[in-house]
């Protein structure tokens, strides 16, 4: 490996840092670059990025419309916590883009073909069924709290639900509110189905307080944006056009790294130390052989975590359509409920519309699947996806005549091989602590990180941030041990909060959407 010059900005280790290297990073997203800014900037070790893309960003991926104004987020578009801590959010006000609050709160709740949206008296009885149904003692959160002190297996979000409307034998109308509120509250936050998410662990991470912004559609802004300025004194360090393929970190004093290069030549690049960033979609698939074999405990986490998928189907109008569009220029969401469908059954397919008018005037809707139906849609051809993202507006406004759109954009993120799914949840049969076992370096030379290496804010991007620079700390710490003489041992544990960690103003509350996700409003 070539040598890369120390830019150490700070810190005062350097004859101990200059020995560390080279390390090897594999993955220029979040994780990856925060890795190298840390290891390159801050502390002067050589460090050197291998990206398989011809970009950087991972999932953070900003395109441009065909009207060479509208810019648009293939995965996330929100910076989720508006405070100092979050370094998303901290990079964004460094790299000066434009941001604007997201509210919730302004949203349109529709059913299909009922001529109008929520009337103040649907909306009365909406939150009441809220209130009945979720909250309080006799609420599903309640229940679920008190099965979960109560059983030692777990189950599914969806079996939990089921067995409490059974026991509070609930009407059509009440099964119906309770796989809405789920659908929007649950499911799209954590691109997951109810029938995958744990009823144990499903919200053990943390939301991120100051609320929510938008990156603006802007060509000048955007992740693209925070990512150039991000990087401007290290992007010389990222290789692109480069598939790692294997692992070997057998050797006891280097670890190999075999990579493929566009053109197909295989090349090989050793380092003492190497950052294993790739999503955990890309491990579950065994795309990278490890030699040896990862050790099992790990290799059982990756493979009973939940591996989430979201789907976006944008709709881009010319500005003079505008006025044509049937729902309200001024709301953010627009919220589907299914009808006509068994109430036995959780919502399906398109429930969630982003509307980008209230934030940045242009007339673009964006569309919302998840989990198994995410899955499944991507079987479909771009028309067939187009065309069902189109019919359930329809359904919601009546069938009311709607432009035809100027240009559709669609995500497969499932299908994608640099990441084969969205970002991770806690699956049934797994456990929160999966995401910190993941995390732990292996023999002193192999680290991770990644979203799912985060026990707080997985599915993040300052998940992924954060566990960048975690790797990086155990990875110093590692190596400035050396072979020194072990200390007395600590006693670390401390005190157990339950099963769930307590909940930060609850799931529900007036019907907000509370999506801490890194991909939309909504993880």
């Not at 840390?38 to 991972?58: H, T, W, Y």
């Not at 309080?136 to 002190?149: S, T």
């Not at 790294?257 to 190497?274: E, P």
């Not at 995500?411 to 699956?427: L, P």
């Amino acid at each position: 490996m070539s040598p890369v010059g120390n830019q150490k900005k700070n810190g005062d280790n350097d004859n101990n840092n200059n020995t560390i290297g080279p390390v090897v990073i594999i993955g220029a997203g979040w994780a990856g670059l925060s890795a190298a800014k840390d290891l390159l900037v801050n502390q002067g070790i050589q460090a050197k990025i291998l990206e398989g893309r011809p970009v950087m960003g991972g999932r953070c991926r900003t395109g441009v419309a065909e009207d060479g104004v509208t810019a648009i987020e293939y995965g996330p578009q929100w910076v989720h916590g508006v405070q100092a801590k979050n370094p998303i959010y901290q990079a964004a006000l460094d790299a000066g883009v434009e941001m604007a609050r997201s509210d919730y709160n302004s949203q349109i709740i529709l059913q299909d073909h009922v001529d109008k949206p929520t009337t103040e008296a649907s909306e009365e009885r909406m939150k009441w069924m809220e209130d009945y149904l979720m909250e309080g003692k006799g609420g599903f959160w309640a229940y679920q709290e008190r099965r979960q002190d109560k059983d030692n297996k777990d189950c599914s979000l969806r079996q939990a639900a089921e067995d409490f409307l059974d026991k509070i034998d609930a009407t059509d109308e009440q099964r119906l509110w309770m796989w809405y509120l789920l659908d929007c509250n649950t499911a799209q936050e954590y691109a997951a189905s109810l029938e995958d998410l744990s009823m144990f662990w499903w919200d053990s991470d943390e939301e991120m307080k100051g609320g929510d912004v938008y990156l603006t559609q802007d060509i000048h802004g955007g992740y693209k944006a925070v990512l150039e300025h991000f990087t401007k004194d290290f992007s010389q360090n990222i290789q692109y056009n480069s598939k790692v393929t294997a692992i070997d970190y057998s050797h006891q004093d280097r670890v190999v790294v075999t990579y493929t290069q566009d053109d197909g030549a295989v090349q090989t690049i050793t380092a003492k130390k190497v950052i294993v960033t790739v999503p955990l979609g890309v491990l579950q698939k065994n795309i990278i052989q490890f030699t040896p074999d990862l050790p099992h405990d790990k290799q059982r986490a990756i493979t009973r975590m939940g591996n989430g998928v979201l789907n976006k189907c944008i709709f881009i109008w010319e500005d003079s359509d505008a006025d044509n569009l049937p729902w309200p220029a001024d709301k953010e969401w627009i919220e589907r409920m299914v009808t006509g469908k068994d109430p036995k059954q959780p919502q399906g397919l398109w429930t969630e519309f982003v509307n980008y008018q209230p934030i940045n005037g242009r007339p673009v809707l964006c569309g919302f699947t998840v989990g198994r139906i995410a899955e499944q849609v991507e079987e479909l051809s771009d028309q067939e996806i187009r065309d069902s993202a189109f019919d359930a507006l329809k359904k919601m406004f009546c069938d009311t005549e709607i432009p035809e759109p100027k240009q559709v954009i669609i995500t497969r993120w499932g299908d994608d091989e640099f990441t084969y799914g969205s970002y991770s949840f806690n699956a049934v049969g797994g456990n929160q602590s999966d995401h910190s076992r993941i995390a732990e370096g292996v023999n002193k030379k192999l680290y991770f990180a990644g979203e799912h290496c985060h026990l707080q804010y997985f599915g993040t991007c300052q998940g992924a941030y954060m566990s960048g620079t975690n790797a990086v700390k155990q990875l110093v710490r590692d190596a400035n041990k050396g072979g020194a003489k072990k200390g007395k041992k600590k006693n670390n544990n401390k005190n157990k909060k339950g099963l769930l960690q307590e909940r930060l103003g609850g799931c529900c509350q007036g019907l907000v959407t509370y999506l801490r996700g890194a991909w939309r409003g909504c993880k």
